[in-house]
Each structure stands twice: as C-alpha cells, then as structure tokens.
C-alpha cells in the first residue's frame, strides 16, 4: 500500500504519460489545480446558491460558496489531524511521507468543489428536475422519434448533483484538473444508468453519468482504482461536508430569527439524549459543550450568537474531527483501495450521535420552517416553468433540431430559446453528439439539465419573470 500511486500529476487533456515522482514537481501540479478551481466561474457561481434558505438577501446567512469555504477548512483539519495522529513509521510504511501538502491540497480542493453540481434552490431543485424528466421524457422521446435505451432513460431521470459536480468540473468547464483531483470529488461510484443497489453505501446515489464514463474508466486505470470504489481523499471529504453543516444549518436558523439559544440548546440536548438511548452510549455527554457555549454567550452583549457557536464548534468539531481521522487510519487499508464501504462518521459512535444530533435539529426547525418550505415551492415552480419553456426544444426531430443551426429554420420560438442557452452548454451538445450521432437525442436532454441547474436562484428567478411574467 503506498499513497503515493493515489497521486498522480496526469491529466485527461496531456500530452505527458508519466507523473513525476519528486515531491517538488507534483506540489506545483497540484497547485496548479487549486488555481484552476479558485478561477473557475463554477464556484464563483456558489456565491449566488442556496444552502438552506433560498433567495436569501441577508449576506450573513451561507450561501454555497460559504458552505463549501468552511467544508474546505474542515477537510483541512481532518486532514492534518490524521498526519499528526500517524506515527513517522506508519507514514513511511504507507507512503505518505513528504505527501501531507499534496494530500492537504487535494482534500480543500475537493470540499472547495462538491457542491459545484447543485441546481438552484439545493436539493428540492434536484428533486424537481428529477420529477420532471421522469414525468416527461418518454413522451418528449415519442415526439422528438426517437427511442431512449432504458440506459439512457434511466440516466436521464436520475440528475443529481454530485454527478453533475464531475460533469461541470470536466465537459462542460474542461478545468483539466489531475485524474487525482476528480477522483477526490467522486463522492459516490455508481453511474446514473444503473439501478440503485441493495446495502451499497458507496452506490447508494449517482456519482457521475454515461456522458463521463470514459473519464471515470481513465482516472480507475490510472489511480488503480477498482470499480465500485473510491478515491481515499473522498472519505474526508464526505466527513468534512457532515461536520461542517450540521452547525452551520442551525446557526443560520439563529441568525433569522427562528430560534433562540436556550431553545437550540434544549432542542440539542432533547435530540442527542433519544439518540444515545439508541446508540447505547452516555447521555450526557454535550451537556457541557452545550452549556458553556450558551454561558458564554450570555456574557457576550454585542455578539452572543457568534459566541455560542464559536464555543460549541470548538467542543463538538473536534470531537468529529478527531473521530473521523482515527476512524480513517483504523481503516486505512479500506480506504487506501476505496472498498470501505461506510462514511466515517457513522458508526453508532459518540461523533456519529453528536452528528445525527446536529442533523435531526436543523432538519426539523431550520429545512422545515415556513419560510424554506415556502421557497422550495416557489423554487419547484421556476424550474418546473422554465423546463415547460425549453421542453421545445425536446419535441423537435434531429433534422429539424439541426436546423436551428443553419438559419433556415421556420421554428421561430424554439431558435430564440437554443440562443438562450450558454454557449458552452451548446459548444459541449454539439461536441457530444458529432462524436456519438446515435446518441444525438441524450445529449439534448443533457444540455437543457446543464442550462437549468447551471443557474443560479437569482438568475432562475429572473428567466422565469422574464419568460412568464408581463412587464
């Protein structure tokens, strides 16, 4: 086992079929990297998305963007946790000595990039886009004369935006990031075309489409990874994402006004209390944590909240930070080869009980408040409407889709919506489906899915008035 074939300096457009073993050489590589994504217009777009409250003008509450800087900080602290925990030995023996910058760098820049593929208004936006081709596509297909494989149909139907995460990072943006630094992004290993298995974590969603599978194959063969697993750099990952918006989601939901803290710290205690009877572990164990972080809050009369969750990350993040780079080493082997087929908090442990805590409180006083409710059904109408529009542009056969291009079309409304469209959404369908004719009808669908769930919830908002709504 040696960490070091996990890190390569290869990229999918690269004239260079050797990585370089100097620690040196591949740093600047993956520096590079960072650069690339720092740069990139998809995560600039994250400013403008939802984490749990849609269309939300108070700049304190996060947005994607926020989410995913502190989800990069987590990663950050895992990772360098697991460094100081791993013995000068053990580093050697799992040739990770002279890797902790690399291996910190990929893992910020994975957190930095797993929310790329997420549609506007989060996940009831890809609930909604999943319902609509589900609802939809077979009579679109009937219209357009085409017949779907049930592949294809099944891959269609399934958006999710982790998937979409690797599409945008590489068909549609062509970051040309290292096989290395998408794999880390590879949250889950199953392609959309495939039904969900039975007691598969690591396929219980789809990580990524048909239309990447040849990059998928090309990072396997090249990280050595088997089919099915992942790349060790997704685990923590997964378990900085779990740490970092468990807390974040309830102080969001303290910041407008939804709860106060002495009912927050009631609610958290109440919560982890059921779960520890579950889980057989002390019931009592944040009572503390809780209590100190609300004492010090009361002292503070110019920024208690801030205080109160300041003090609670401190206690209860390190907890599952610690947790997770122990659970990470004592799983080592697993996850070196990617087989390891649990997320690292979630074990029945105390950080699992903390974790499931934090989830279940926000779940049930943040996500279900009125307010987000009532923007996820707003949400769920834009983009119900603005697919209604450009579902037009599915009911044309290929010819007469093609000409759309040529200027000699007499389908006046559908040319206006195709020139809507990003160019690069266009630029990618028509790549596609020069390289793979048959498949011309997919690659359609796919465009409209990159267009919708590329915007952002303003943006959203504002196609739909300026398609729906009379000035």
């Known amino acids: 086992m040696d960490f070091k074939t996990k890190f390569t300096a290869i990229r999918h457009y690269s004239t260079h079929k050797q990585s370089p073993k100097e620690i040196g050489s591949l740093e600047r590589v993956f520096e590079s990297d960072r650069g690339r994504i720092l740069n990139s217009a998809a995560v600039r777009r994250l400013q403008q998305k939802t984490q749990v409250f849609p269309l939300e003008r108070n700049a304190a509450v996060r947005s994607r963007l926020t989410h995913s800087i502190e989800v990069m900080q987590v990663g950050r602290y895992i990772t ?49 886009i999943q319902e609509w081709f589900s609802d939809n596509i077979d009579n679109l297909a009937q219209k357009a004369q085409v017949t779907l494989s049930e592949s294809q149909r099944r891959d269609i139907c399934h958006f999710e935006g982790n998937a979409q995460a690797i599409r945008i990072i590489h068909s549609l943006q062509q970051l040309n990031l290292t096989f290395t630094q998408i794999a880390g992004v590879l949250k889950y290993t199953r392609v959309a075309s495939e039904p969900k298995p039975a007691d598969n974590y690591l396929a219980k969603k789809p990580g990524y489409y048909l239309s990447e599978t040849s990059l998928i194959n090309d990072i396997q063969t090249q990280l050595d990874i088997q089919p099915g697993c992942r790349h060790p750099v997704a685990y923590i990952m997964e378990a900085a994402d779990d740490i970092a918006y468990c807390i974040a989601d309830i102080e969001d939901a303290v910041d407008k006004g939804i709860m106060s803290l002495p009912v927050v710290s009631e609610k958290l205690k109440q919560h982890y209390r059921k ?33 109160y969750f300041i003090s609670l990350r401190v206690g209860l993040q390190t907890l599952m930070v610690t947790h997770a780079a122990n659970r990470f ?90 020139n809507k469209l990003a160019k690069k959404h266009v630029n990618a369908y028509k790549l596609a489906s020069a390289a793979h004719p048959e498949h011309e009808f997919y690659y359609r669908c796919r465009m409209i899915q990159d267009n919708i769930s590329g915007m952002t919830d303003d943006f959203a908002y504002d196609e739909y008035r300026a398609l729906y709504v009379a000035n």
């Open 275 to 307: 779960i520890a009877v579950e889980f057989s572990i002390d019931a009592d164990v944040i009572d503390e944590h809780i209590d100190r972080a609300l004492l010090k809050a009361q002292k503070n009369k110019i920024v208690a909240s801030s205080t």
């Open 80 to 128: 360098r946790t697991i460094f100081d925990l791993l013995s000068s030995k053990q580093k050697d023996e799992f040739g990770l000595t002279g890797l902790e910058r690399i291996f910190e760098t990929v893992v910020e820049m994975s957190c930095l990039l797993h929310d790329v593929g997420n549609p506007p208004f989060g996940h009831f936006g890809e609930d909604t």
């Open 329 to 418: 080493i004592d799983n080592i082997q697993a996850c070196y080869h990617g087989n390891f087929n649990e997320a690292l908090l979630e074990d029945k442990s105390l950080a699992h009980a903390v974790s499931k805590t934090l989830k279940e409180v926000a779940l049930e006083y943040a996500f279900s408040h009125p307010e987000v409710e009532n923007s996820e059904l707003q949400g769920h109408h834009i983009i119900s409407s603005l697919l209604n529009k450009y579902a037009r542009l599915l009911t044309l056969t290929e010819e007469k889709f093609a000409t759309l291009f040529d200027g000699k079309t007499s389908h006046a409304v559908e040319k206006r919506l195709l």
